[in-house]
T-cell receptor, first 116, second 113 residues
């Protein structure tokens, strides 16, 4: 069964703690993305990676870090430097067609992070 | 001004009605247009994907793009209670070199049985 999995579904963190959100895909997609969704603000891009061992900052990368050691995995760490981390976090991936760049994006089920 | 504007709603219509959802945008470089459906506390699901101007139909859903007016629409015919969700429009400039999607804020739709 192909798809994108995110874990955990719900996560609670105390202020000052780092936390890592997992994203795995078995779609053989090259590109992976992390978004944050807040009420009334739509999806905002945190980081993205077009290829293993390479990633770029999105629009709101401050306070976050990522790694891309394997094609299937793109974990996101929310650090204590992120001032307002409570949000719904979405991971996405997209294929890359030769000569066409990447296609549109397919999303995982999301992780809801709450900072206590 | 945001690059993509979308009326947040909420929008409530009776079952069986035709629903029209819309987005406007300011960046004329956008060429690829998508509609996603997102149920509460779930990830967005791709509904429609179109390139440039024109119409695309898939079952009860029709996506329409008017690049001259910088306006895209999603029509839902014979709406069902299961269509109740938030609908997000998204667009990108190209599918080679700059693949970032720009999203609207979403319209929350409720279909009343």
């Amino acid at each position: 069964d192909g798809g994108i999995t995110q874990s955990p579904k719900y996560l609670f963190r105390k202020e000052g703690q780092n936390v890592t959100l997992s994203c795995e895909q078995n779609l053989n997609h090259d590109a992976m993305y992390w978004y944050r969704q807040d009420p009334g603000q739509g999806l905002r891009l945190i980081y993205y990676s077009q290829i293993v061992n390479d990633f770029q900052k999105g629009d709101i990368a401050e306070g976050y870090s990522v790694s891309r050691e394997k094609k299937e995995s793109f974990p996101l760490t929310v650090t204590s430097a992120q001032k307002n981390p409570t949000a719904f976090y979405l991971c996405a991936s997209s294929p890359r067609r030769p000569g066409w760049g990447t296609d549109t994006q397919y999303f995982g089920p999301g992780t809801r992070l709450t900072v206590l | 001004q945001k690059e993509v504007e979308q009326d947040p709603g909420p929008l409530s219509v009776p079952e069986g009605a035709i629903v029209s959802l819309n987005c406007t945008y300011s960046n004329s470089a956008f060429q690829y247009f998508m509609w996603y459906r997102q149920y509460s506390r779930k990830g967005p699901e791709l509904l429609m994907y179109t390139y440039s101007s024109g119409n695309k139909e898939d079952g009860r859903f029709t996506a329409q793009v008017d690049k001259s007016s910088k306006y895209i629409s999603l029509f839902i015919r014979d709406s069902q209670p299961s269509d109740s969700a938030t609908y997000l429009c998204a667009m990108m400039q190209s599918n080679f070199g700059n693949e970032k999607l720009t999203f609207g804020t979403g319209t929350r739709l409720t279909i009343i049985p």
